[in-house]
């Protein structure tokens, strides 16, 4: 397992979390939680809609409290055993401290505001006032039930006002290359460069992504079902998602230990994480004409790591402080470019790296 860094306070978290989302009565969920951690999963999204997941969750995360990273959600209620949200202030509050009494794990590392993909919702949420969502979250925090403030959204609009207004540490977003590469609507809200706009911008002010729909819905691992008409692996798809600016855990969905496995191969050492080569028979995505860091141009003949040259670039321009100290401690830089050809030709998705390598070197000099 590998783990990445929460900016806010240095927070350890796997690559690779858990969702409960699609357990049932009939799983064995103290069996799938026990072999989560005995693989190294620390980050564990406790948004599940059965009976049986909370007094599991206090057999297993609660005992190992100072070893997991758990994010629980403002807004999700359990109706005869199946999943909902409200925007009812009464149900939200006691749905989550009910929820949090049952797991016994006595905070939530993340208290999501959940699933606010419309203006309407977020001022609703947003608003100041005795029963206010925003008022409620933060006071939990002040009251150690919560350490983060989160919120999930499907909407790239939505979360940019999330983010502006400085209140909040990661928040969970739908991230995968069907999503990202699809006209606004069809699959996902908003345009791929206003999606990538959002992971930028994130990772510009030190907030964190947790990834959902790695895999949208399953759709992309089949050819005959991928919205692209080509599939990618389990690995290829975790892969793109963890390349995406401020990323730091995807969330997969799992019922039995054995299927986390199909995740771990991702550090395998044989296995084959190149989705630039696959996303480049993709009409949808292969005429892009801009670099989303999948390093597909690798090796360069001049040993420039090309994809993160050209992350940096983009996170410096939007204001990040640390990304111009990242990459002048780059081993090579964009002036060392020989203009051999080599990315441009490899590149899947016809960016102009040569002529974008001297704006970069230009822009941050020698």
């Known amino acids: 397992m590998q783990y990445r860094i929460l900016p806010a306070d240095g927070t350890k ?3 690779i979390g858990l969702g409960l989302g699609i357990v049932t009565p009939q799983d064995d969920v103290r069996a799938l939680l026990n072999g989560a951690l005995e693989r190294q999963i620390n980050y564990f999204d406790l948004c599940g809609a059965y009976d049986c997941v909370y007094p599991a969750v206090k057999d297993t995360l609660a005992r190992r409290r100072a070893e997991v990273v758990t994010q629980m959600h403002l807004g999700a209620v359990y109706r005869d055993g199946a999943y909902a949200f409200t925007r009812s202030f009464t149900k939200a509050r006691a749905a989550f401290l009910q929820n949090l009494d049952l797991t016994g794990l ?3 590392d993340f ?3 959940h699933c606010i993909d419309t203006d309407q919702d977020f001022d609703r949420v947003m608003k100041e006032g005795e029963r206010s969502f925003i008022g409620f979250a933060e006071d939990c925090i002040r009251q150690g039930l919560a350490r983060h403030l989160g919120f999930s959204t499907h909407n790239p609009a939505v979360a940019q006002r999330f983010l502006a207004s400085g209140r909040f540490d990661l928040f969970m977003f739908s991230i995968n290359a069907a999503f990202d590469f699809t006209p606004d609507g069809e699959l996902a809200l908003g345009q791929s460069s206003e999606r990538m706009a959002l992971y930028q911008k994130a990772q510009a002010r030190g907030v964190g992504i947790c990834v959902m729909k790695p895999f949208a819905g399953g759709q992309l691992l089949n050819a005959q ?22 990323v730091l855990t995807a969330v997969a969905g799992a019922s039995k230990p054995e299927q986390l496995e199909d995740y771990l191969r991702l550090y395998a050492p044989c296995e084959d994480l190149d989705y630039g080569a696959v996303l480049a028979h993709c ?3 292969n005429n892009l004409q801009r670099c989303l860091y999948c390093n597909h141009c690798s090796p360069c003949p001049q040993h420039l790591n090309v994809g993160l040259i050209n992350k940096y670039y983009d996170l410096a321009r939007l204001g990040d402080p640390l ?8 081993d090579f830089h964009a002036s060392d470019c020989s203009h051999c050809g080599h990315c441009d030709e490899r590149c899947p998705f016809h960016c102009p790296q040569m002529q974008r390598l001297d704006e970069i070197a230009a ?4």
């Open 283 to 285: 009409t949808k995505a």
């Open 106 to 108: 006595g905070y939530t």
């Open 363 to 366: 822009y941050f000099g020698k």
């Open 111 to 113: 208290l999501m505001i």
């Open 13 to 15: 978290i796997s690559e």
């Open 323 to 330: 990304a111009r100290e990242h990459y002048q401690q780059l």
């Open 225 to 246: 079902s991928s919205p692209l008409g080509t599939a990618l692996s389990v690995t290829q798809c975790l892969q793109y998602v963890l390349d995406r600016p401020a």
